[in-house]
């Protein structure tokens, strides 16, 4: 048998017939080719009369030019060495091979010439591209216009049916009317705020801040007004007050500037409405009406209108203005609700010690208001804004509920006067202490004990005598009482109507000097 015929199968003999007590086995199936496909023949089969892999050295592309020569290194390191010519290098004969001779390339195979055109084994054989495959006339394509379109072909490509589709519509129209629905309601909501025969007030360009408003008060006003900031260590407080004079004068509370009247390292500074800052002294102080006067070193300082506080009635309109809470420049509105309201006033750790012959407002007056000055319809001063009453207490910590009381300027503007002059005020004194009574007929101050040498010991005064009027003034208590001797200036003479054991007296009284 042939080297080159195939064997039996394994099983068989030589005549492909089963071996006795052997299986039968099948022989392998042939190699199934399919037919190649003639377009992917033109395009990628071999050209006519080519056999090989690639085209005859006629149509092969022309070598590449070379290129610019490499640099001098890479030349000494990967160039042939000087006087060799061959291509490539040849390895060296070790005695196994039988070496090739110098003009035979490399990549023969030594058994004829024509081994050495093989592009297969020629590195030096170039890539190149067939000639183009000839173009083929194609049938023009059909202009006929084709079939129509429905439209739920075209929307949804016949992927809905008919039936699907109109109650899609039908759901569609019915969210259509519910909106309709509700953008009447909704409409006829908003029409009734926009009634045409509705009346409807008339806005009219007017001037808004006029002579004598609120805002064109607080605007002459508000400069005048200070706010002083006091510290003691690491404790401060605030107040306010009003200038007075043009040399910087400023009218305060007692209470506002006594902490820090004698702690040597204590500060007391006057802020101004626009910010500026001065150091403040004091000049002097009164705590018998809680009146004090600082002064500061500022230059042609904005200086309040002083009124009068005896032309006012209740009723008037005033604004109180100052820093409470240390909001500088706060202005509030009210009216008078009373006049000649006797008020004793808790000095808390201070040495204030007054009854003060009040006016009393609603306008919002808190802590930091004190000292601030109280303002009438014209701008003027009619009063030092000094205490409230609250309902945590008579000390003001819970704040205005309406009940502010106020020095009248009238007095006020005398102290004023005779503590810069003389930096202290002596005050009328009539020697008594007294306690309010009250009966069926009559209210007044009843003595509970005459001061040795005193003016009321002098006039006869004695204890148990119950003082119903001094001057022209009806006295209903002893905090009243204190006040009207107050008002009045040392040595002067006063009538003082008192009932004694049931009988009316009139007595009149030189009064002394504290």
Same mark, same amino acid.
């Given at each position: 048998?042939?080297?080159?015929?195939?064997?039996?199968?394994?099983?068989?003999?030589?005549?492909?017939?089963?071996?006795?007590?052997?299986?039968?086995?099948?022989?392998?199936?042939?190699?199934?080719?399919?037919?190649?496909?003639?377009?992917?023949?033109?395009?990628?089969?071999?050209?006519?009369?080519?056999?090989?892999?690639?085209?005859?050295?006629?149509?092969?592309?022309?070598?590449?030019?070379?290129?610019?020569?490499?640099?001098?290194?890479?030349?000494?390191?990967?160039?042939?060495?000087?006087?060799?010519?061959?291509?490539?290098?040849?390895?060296?004969?070790?005695?196994?091979?039988?070496?090739?001779?110098?003009?035979?390339?490399?990549?023969?195979?030594?058994?004829? @010439?024509?081994?050495?055109?093989?592009?297969?084994?020629?590195?030096?054989?170039?890539?190149?591209?067939?000639?183009?495959?000839?173009?083929?006339? =194609?049938?023009?394509?059909?202009?006929?216009?084709?079939?129509?379109?429905?439209?739920?072909?075209?929307?949804?490509?016949?992927?809905?049916?008919?039936?699907?589709?109109?109650?899609?519509?039908?759901?569609?129209?019915?969210?259509?009317?519910?909106?309709?629905?509700?953008?009447?309601?909704?409409?006829?909501?908003?029409?009734?705020?926009?009634?045409?025969?509705?009346?409807?007030?008339?806005?009219?360009?007017?001037?808004?801040?006029?002579?004598?408003?609120?805002?064109?008060?607080?605007?002459?006003?508000?400069?005048?007004?200070?706010?002083?900031?006091?510290?003691?260590?690491?404790?401060?407080?605030?107040?306010?007050?009003?200038?007075?004079?043009?040399?910087?004068?400023?009218?305060?509370?007692?209470?506002?500037?006594?902490?820090?009247?004698?702690?040597?390292?204590?500060?007391?500074?006057?802020?101004?409405?626009?910010?500026?800052?001065?150091?403040?002294?004091?000049?002097?102080?009164?705590?018998?009406?809680?009146?004090?006067?600082?002064?500061?070193?500022?230059?042609?300082?904005?200086?309040?209108?002083?009124?009068?506080?005896? =032309?006012?009635?209740?009723?008037?309109?005033?604004?109180?203005?100052?820093?409470?809470?240390?909001?500088?420049?706060?202005?509030?509105?009210?009216?008078?609700?009373?006049?000649?309201?006797?008020?004793?006033?808790?000095?808390?750790?201070?040495?204030?010690?007054?009854?003060?012959?009040?006016?009393?407002?609603?306008?919002?007056?808190?802590?930091?208001?004190?000292?601030?000055?109280?303002?009438?319809?014209?701008?003027?001063?009619?009063?030092?804004?000094?205490?409230?009453?609250?309902?945590?207490?008579?000390?003001?910590?819970?704040? =205005?509920?309406?009940?502010?009381?106020?020095?009248?300027?009238?007095?006020?503007?005398?102290?004023?006067?005779?503590?810069?002059?003389?930096?202290?005020?002596?005050?009328?004194?009539?020697?008594?202490?007294?306690?309010?009574?009250?009966?069926?007929?009559?209210?007044?101050?009843?003595?509970?004990?005459?001061?040795? @040498?005193?003016?009321?010991?002098?006039?006869?005064?004695?204890?148990?005598?119950?003082?119903?009027?001094?001057?022209?003034?009806?006295?209903?208590?002893?905090?009243?009482?204190?006040?009207?001797?107050?008002?009045?200036?040392?040595?002067?003479?006063?009538?003082?109507?008192?009932?004694?054991?049931?009988?009316?007296?009139?007595?009149?009284?030189?009064?002394?000097?504290?």
């Amino acid at each position: 048998m042939s080297d080159d015929a195939p064997g039996p199968v394994p099983g068989t003999d030589e005549t492909g017939t089963a071996a006795a007590g052997v299986p039968p086995r099948l022989a392998p199936r042939p190699l199934e080719r399919p037919a190649v496909d003639p377009d992917a023949e033109a395009a990628f089969g071999r050209p006519a009369g080519t056999d090989g892999g690639f085209q005859p050295a006629a149509f092969r592309a022309a070598p590449a030019p070379a290129g610019p020569p490499p640099p001098t290194a890479l030349a000494y390191a990967f160039g042939r060495p000087d006087g060799v010519s061959v291509p490539l290098q040849r390895p060296p004969s070790n005695g196994t091979r039988t070496a090739r001779p110098d003009d035979e390339p490399l990549w023969a195979d030594g058994s004829d @010439g024509a081994a050495t055109a093989d592009p297969w084994r020629d590195p030096a054989s170039h890539a190149g591209l067939a000639p183009p495959v000839p173009e083929q006339a =194609s049938a023009p394509p059909d202009a006929s216009e084709g079939a129509r379109l429905s439209t739920r072909e075209l929307l949804f490509g016949r992927r809905v049916q008919p039936r699907a589709l109109v109650t899609l519509g039908l759901i569609a129209l019915l969210i259509g009317a519910a909106g309709g629905v509700v953008g009447r309601v909704t409409a006829e909501g908003a029409a009734a705020l926009t009634e045409p025969d509705a009346t409807i007030t008339q806005a009219t360009e007017a001037k808004e801040r006029p002579p004598g408003s609120v805002a064109d008060i607080a605007a002459r006003t508000v400069p005048a007004v200070v706010s002083l900031e006091l510290r003691v260590g690491d404790e401060g407080g605030t107040g306010s007050g009003v200038v007075i004079d043009p040399a910087g004068y400023v009218l305060t509370n007692n209470h506002v500037v006594a902490p820090v009247a004698e702690v040597p390292d204590a500060q007391l500074e006057a802020i101004f409405h626009d910010g500026t800052r001065a150091k403040a002294t004091i000049v002097g102080r009164d705590p018998k009406t809680d009146l004090a006067v600082v002064k500061v070193a500022v230059a042609n300082p904005v200086v309040a209108q002083i009124g009068s506080s005896s =032309s006012l009635a209740v009723g008037d309109a005033v604004l109180a203005i100052g820093s409470p809470l240390g909001l500088v420049g706060t202005v509030t509105t009210g009216i008078v609700s009373a006049l000649d309201r006797p008020v004793p006033l808790d000095g808390g750790e201070t040495d204030t010690n007054a009854v003060i012959d009040a006016i009393q407002t609603d306008a919002a007056i808190n802590p930091g208001n004190s000292g601030g000055p109280l303002v009438d319809s014209t701008g003027a001063v009619v009063g030092i804004n000094t205490a409230i009453r609250s309902i945590g207490g008579g000390g003001g910590e819970g704040g =205005s509920i309406g009940l502010g009381f106020a020095i009248p300027i009238d007095d006020a503007r005398r102290i004023a006067e005779e503590l810069i002059r003389a930096g202290s005020v002596k005050h009328a004194e009539l020697g008594v202490n007294a306690r309010s009574v009250a009966d069926d007929t009559t209210d007044g101050a009843q003595v509970q004990n005459v001061r040795q @040498g005193g003016a009321a010991a002098a006039a006869g005064i004695v204890e148990g005598d119950v003082i119903t009027r001094v001057g022209d003034r009806q006295i209903a208590g002893a905090d009243e009482l204190i006040v009207a001797v107050r008002e009045r200036r040392p040595g002067e003479s006063v009538p003082i109507d008192l009932i004694r054991d049931g009988r009316p007296l009139t007595i009149t009284v030189v009064l002394g000097s504290d």
